[in-house]
């Protein structure tokens, strides 16, 4: 028993290792792509701190899901939340699985950079909206006599660039459509329907997406039209986005093209492995090949030339 978990564990340190080595090369070839999209987070997030400024409460607007949905109160407005961060940590610890698992459908790197570049598309477009028109937030921080619903002028420029994490995140107003949860929640179901191999896994992630949806309006986050918007407008920036970027090799396959440079070391190694073996195991060089004597369309690998010319003739 102590053997095979040894050596169970001898073999997922290898794969790992493999991995590992494997990724950080996509990873110093592509990082330049992968930190403008970590910027355009942080740059996503100081847009919605901005908008706080600009927020005025006032009156709730007329909201159909208000009408349909019951709200939760501020002592359940936990669990919108608590199923977006099962969504999201779920996700995250998904791109990483090819580091242990045998089936590799995709590099975590690569996969990363479409994830992004979905994030940023969508992002540009809710910065646009909730610039243009601010609506009175619905959420209970924003409502009139909240103390948190305007922002006092900043002391300094520190406090806006900080964002007065993570308080000042959890409690914006102003950056309503749309719905930012759904945007990360669409991406990643979208993400995983593509690359994702459980079927059954794909239908509860799209289930999951509408109970959010519908969580997300009774805690009253966001308004329905938020909601309603994002989920729209995200598959069609996923589709447009999608076209554009060069789709990822297929890794389940085995019949696509090396991802990454092979150095003319690596090919000399290859072209050595991948030549013939003799039944005694040595490799097969060139310079000890024979020459092939082709008798009534069979080819005589081991044939003598003169031996086989007198069968030929009858000798």
């Given at each position: 028993?102590?053997?095979?978990?040894?050596?169970?564990?001898?073999k997922?340190?290898?794969?790992?290792?493999?991995e590992?080595?494997?990724?950080?090369?996509?990873?110093?070839?592509?990082?330049?792509?992968?930190?403008?999209?970590?910027?355009?987070?942080?740059?996503?997030?100081?847009?919605?701190r901005?908008?706080?400024?600009?927020?005025?409460?006032?009156?709730?607007?007329?909201?159909?899901?208000?009408?349909?949905?019951?709200?939760?109160?501020?002592?359940?407005?936990?669990?919108?939340?608590?199923?977006?961060?099962?969504?999201?940590?779920?996700?995250?610890?998904?791109?990483f699985?090819p580091?242990?698992?045998q089936?590799?459908?995709f590099?975590?790197?690569?996969?990363w950079?479409?994830?992004?570049?979905?994030?940023?598309?969508?992002?540009?477009?809710r910065?646009i909206?909730?610039?243009?028109?601010?609506?009175?937030g619905?959420?209970?921080?924003?409502?009139?006599?909240?103390?948190?619903a305007?922002?006092?002028?900043?002391?300094?420029?520190?406090?806006?660039?900080?964002?007065?994490?993570?308080?000042?995140?959890?409690?914006?107003?102003?950056?309503?459509?749309?719905?930012?949860?759904?945007?990360?929640?669409?991406?990643?179901?979208?993400?995983?329907?593509?690359?994702g191999?459980?079927?059954?896994?794909?239908?509860v992630?799209?289930?999951?997406?509408?109970?959010?949806?519908?969580?997300i309006?009774?805690?009253?986050?966001?308004?329905t039209?938020?909601?309603?918007?994002?989920?729209?407008?995200?598959?069609?920036?996923?589709?447009?986005?999608?076209?554009?970027?060069?789709?990822?090799?297929?890794?389940?396959?085995?019949?696509?093209?090396?991802?990454?440079?092979?150095s003319?070391?690596d090919k000399?190694?290859?072209?050595?492995?991948?030549?013939?073996?003799?039944?005694?195991?040595?490799?097969?060089?060139?310079?000890?090949?024979?020459?092939?004597?082709?008798?009534?369309?069979?080819?005589?690998?081991?044939?003598?030339?003169?031996?086989?010319?007198?069968?030929?003739?009858?000798?």
């Open positions: 028993m102590t053997f095979y978990v040894a050596r169970e564990g001898s997922l340190w290898r794969r790992v290792s493999g590992t080595k494997v990724e950080l090369q996509l990873l110093a070839e592509k990082w330049k792509l992968l930190l403008a999209g970590i910027v355009c987070q942080y740059i996503h997030g100081l847009a919605a901005g908008v706080h400024y600009l927020h005025r409460p006032g009156p709730i607007l007329q909201d159909v899901g208000f009408f349909l949905l019951p709200e939760l109160g501020k002592d359940r407005a936990y669990i919108s939340e608590t199923v977006f961060s099962f969504v999201f940590f779920s996700f995250v610890l998904w791109t699985h580091f242990i698992y089936s590799k459908r590099y975590t790197v690569l996969l950079r479409r994830v992004l570049a979905f994030l940023v598309g969508s992002q540009v477009l910065i909206t909730f610039y243009s028109t601010q609506l009175p619905p959420n209970y921080h924003c409502r009139e006599g909240s103390k948190l305007r922002l006092p002028r900043p002391d300094n420029i520190l406090e806006v660039l900080l964002l007065n994490f993570p308080h000042g995140v959890i409690y914006g107003c102003g950056d309503l459509i749309f719905s930012s949860h759904m945007i990360f929640t669409l991406v990643f179901v979208l993400t995983y329907q593509k690359y191999s459980r079927r059954f896994i794909k239908q992630a799209w289930l999951i997406a509408i109970i959010q949806s519908l969580l309006i009774a805690s009253r986050k966001h308004y039209v938020d909601v309603v918007v994002a989920w729209y407008t995200v598959n069609l920036v996923v589709f447009f986005v999608d076209k554009k970027l060069p789709e990822m090799p297929d890794r389940g396959t085995g019949t696509s093209p090396p991802l990454l440079p092979v003319a070391k000399d190694s290859k072209s050595k492995e991948e030549q013939p073996l003799l039944l005694n195991g040595n490799s097969l060089e060139s310079s000890d090949r024979r020459p092939r004597t082709q008798v009534n369309g069979k080819h005589l690998d081991d044939t003598n030339p003169v031996n086989g010319d007198a069968a030929m003739n009858g000798a």
